[in-house]
């Protein structure tokens, strides 16, 4: 029975509809961006403490250190190092059982050749080949298909971090067009 107008279905309805308001969580961290995409949310996180290394052991992630900055080295911008590829390639590999494979056999040739106590110029020497193989898009041998998935991993981890995509590519968020010109010239 109605009272005062109202039946107890919508009564209940009202009740639900303010729990629910209440329970969801307007303003909090989780819809503001406290996530792995700080940069591009309202809030930013405070920069984090060097995490320990997920997957490879410390003298290989030296080498895989070694190989980022020999492929985006720091010039007049900042480099693989700065932008965190390293702990990014452990990251992605740690969770990719077909790169841990590819990442063991061509970490397991850098050691056998050395590779920390090359010079720089010996280095790029023993590299260039690897490189050259990645770029033409066939490698052959097991250091090819690493060197090949290093490159593409030092180049996803650079510019999808914030010194890549904003610093270098000069990206500036979803910004609105005001004025879409279209195309300008006669066809």
């Given at each position: 029975m109605p009272l005062n107008g109202e039946s107890r279905r919508s009564a209940l309805k009202i009740i639900g509809a303010i729990g629910t308001t209440c329970a969801f969580p307007f303003g909090s961290d989780e819809l503001y961006g406290q996530s792995e995409h700080a940069a591009h949310s309202l809030v930013q996180?405070?920069?984090?403490?060097?995490?320990?290394?997920?997957?490879f052991a410390e003298t290989d992630l030296k080498l895989i250190s070694r190989l980022a900055d020999l492929?985006?080295?720091?010039?007049?911008?900042?480099?693989?190092?700065?932008?965190?590829v390293p702990a990014y390639i452990d990251s992605v590999v740690g969770s990719n059982q077909q790169h841990?494979?590819?990442?063991?056999?061509?970490?397991?040739?850098?050691?056998a050749k050395d590779f920390l106590s090359l010079t720089?110029?010996?280095?790029?020497?023993?590299?260039?080949?690897?490189?050259?193989?990645?770029?033409?898009?066939?490698?052959g041998?097991?250091?090819?298909?690493?060197?090949?998935?290093?490159?593409?991993?030092?180049?996803?981890?650079?510019?999808?971090?914030?010194?890549?995509?904003?610093?270098?590519?000069?990206?500036?968020?979803?910004a609105v067009v005001p004025d879409f010109q279209g195309c300008t010239h006669e066809h």
């Open positions: 996180l405070k920069q984090a403490a060097p995490a320990s290394p997920r997957y492929i985006i080295p720091d010039t007049d911008t900042p480099g693989a190092i700065t932008a965190g841990q494979g590819t990442f063991r056999k061509g970490l397991e040739w850098l050691r720089e110029e010996q280095q790029i020497a023993l590299l260039t080949p690897l490189s050259i193989a990645a770029d033409a898009h066939k490698p041998s097991d250091a090819d298909r690493f060197f090949a998935a290093m490159k593409n991993l030092t180049a996803d981890g650079y510019f999808t971090s914030k010194i890549g995509l904003i610093q270098q590519l000069g990206y500036k968020g979803n």
